[in-house]
């Protein structure tokens, strides 16, 4: 078991989930509050992805990064930033024409991936480890071996922690050999994705497996979709990880009640707590993953 737990929270994501609850941040500035809320309630990392104001699509333009960095700054807020480098994988295919891109595919090299990383040196970018059928229809999620590794090394320049967002046990294999190829430096961060439509299923079983395969000395998490949310957090606590929430994964308290990211922070602060162990803070959380600290 975990006896001292860093929480993150997923703000937003980039799915289709802004006309399901009026609690999803779209427009930076609502982004911005609602990691200063996340953290307010004891989040010690905020990931962030960002969104067209406009139309509340998942976005890539590294001008909404950089507002949203700079507003949650402006406030003092001590936390943890983490932001995603996974826009840009997205390919949809014509089933019948499996050549023809349909609308919604947005794919780049790993590299063209990274601008606002680049540009804004967060402390922590993620980096999604490998290709998936993503979803139901013909949704791809594009990674392959030579983006990982051009995207690797771009963000081990930057000096960015990478953390390793793992979608089943081939992509595990493979963020070991990014590690045994001299592309990550110690301490490896991996965030272990259940549930997610076609990759590793959301059981106790499959978990404990991923874990198992783990390098020494690595900081992991790992988060389930909808209901699964909270149950996930404790199952992650007991077997010795760290927990994300956030209305990226869940849109719920509980059945029928729409949920904010700072009550799904409140709520894995509650399940951390009965368990035993303590909440980890920002300063403990930069200290475990190996990032520098505050400025």
Known sequence: ?????????????????????????????????????????????????????????????????????????????????????????????????????????????????????????????????????????????????????????????????????????????FAKQLLAEGLLDDPTVFQLCMGIPWGAPAEPGVLKSMVDMLPEGAQWASFALGRMQMPWAAQSILFGGNVRVGLEDNLYLSRGVKATNGQLVERAVQITELLGAQVATPDQARERLGLKPRA
């Not at 953290?39 to 909404?64: F, Q």
């Not at 953390?163 to 294999?173: K, S």
């Open 1 to 173: 078991m975990n006896d001292s737990v860093i929480i993150t929270c997923a703000l937003t994501g980039a799915g289709d989930t802004v006309g399901r609850s009026p609690h999803v941040p779209v427009t930076p500035e609502q982004i911005a509050r609602s990691a200063v809320e996340a953290a307010e309630a004891g989040a010690a990392v905020v990931h962030i992805h960002v969104r067209d104001p406009e139309t509340g699509a998942g976005a890539r333009d590294p001008r909404l990064y950089r507002e949203v960095v700079e507003r949650i700054k402006e406030t003092g807020t001590d936390v943890v930033i983490n932001l995603t480098a996974g826009m840009g994988g997205d390919l949809v295919i014509d089933p019948e024409n499996p050549l023809t891109h349909l609308p919604g595919t947005d794919l780049v090299s790993g590299v063209e991936r990274l601008p606002h990383v680049e540009d804004l040196l967060p402390d922590i970018c993620t980096l999604d480890c490998g290709s998936l059928n993503f979803g139901e229809g013909s949704n791809l999620y594009v990674s392959t071996p030579d983006m990982l590794r051009a995207g690797a090394k771009r963000i081990q320049e930057l000096g960015v922690r990478p953390e390793l967002e793992i979608f089943d046990t081939g992509q595990l294999w």
